[in-house]
């Protein structure tokens, strides 16, 4: 006779519908998700506690949460599931004239993404909250575009923004331009993923470290 059938435990990265779907239906166990909401408001209000002359912690870890079918209705847990998101369209453009006392441009990975919706949320308030931002939103459309995500940071300096807050598709393609803005008197936090560079006011990201600890725990 055959072996029994072995039920192989199943823990996932990041929500989406169907692996929300399959924890319900029992065949997921678990899902380590991140805290992009928190990740975008903490990214502009750690930029602006620089541009302020406060002191800011150099890594910032914005949290992360294991939800599985005996939490996934708990309200902490059910805001993670279903942030708020906002839309690309939001946002100062960058050729505008200053309104407030910085403008803080934001420069995701991509606009399209759910995650970076919900990143744009929580930098809107942050913006919103503090009262001194304009807040400028602009990255590009598919989560592979070094080129442009570059022009962007180039089109920043240009423009002389105060600040930007980056979130780098390449951990060194990306130095070259931030080392410049840096030099141009325009201070980076970077967010979700690191960049090699010693010239950034801050990294304020999720510690993946710690999330797989979680998954295996699990």
């Known amino acids: 006779k055959g072996a029994p059938a072995r039920k192989i435990a199943f823990v996932g990265f990041d929500t989406s519908a169907p692996v929300l779907n399959a924890m319900k239906a029992g065949k997921v166990q ?16 750690t930029l602006v506690s620089h541009l302020e002359k406060k002191p800011v912690e150099k890594v910032i870890d914005t949290g992360g949460a294991l939800v599985t079918p005996e939490n996934m209705n708990d309200p902490k847990v059910a805001n993670l599931l279903n942030p ?28 399209t993404h759910e995650f970076w919706k919900t990143i744009h949320a929580g930098a809107k308030k942050a913006a919103d909250e503090l009262g001194n931002i304009d807040l ?3 990255g590009p459309h598919k989560e592979d575009d070094r080129l442009q995500q570059i022009q962007l940071v180039q089109n920043a300096i240009a423009a002389k923004v105060d600040g930007i807050v980056l979130a780098p598709l390449d951990s060194r393609a990306l130095v070259k331009p931030v080392e410049e803005a840096v030099a141009a008197g325009i201070p980076v936090v970077v967010m979700d993923s690191a ?24």
């Open 195 to 218: 960049l090699e560079s010693k010239a950034i006011v801050s990294y304020v990201a999720t510690d993946n470290r710690n999330g797989g600890a979680l998954g295996a725990r699990r």
């Open 136 to 138: 400028i939103w602009q």
């Open 84 to 111: 708020p998101k906002e839309e690309n369209t939001s946002g100062s453009p960058l050729s505008s004239g200053r309104t407030k006392k910085y403008r803080v441009f934001v420069i995701p990975k991509g606009t």
């Open 30 to 45: 678990g899902v380590v998700v991140q805290d992009p909401y928190r990740m975008g408001d903490l990214a502009v209000r």
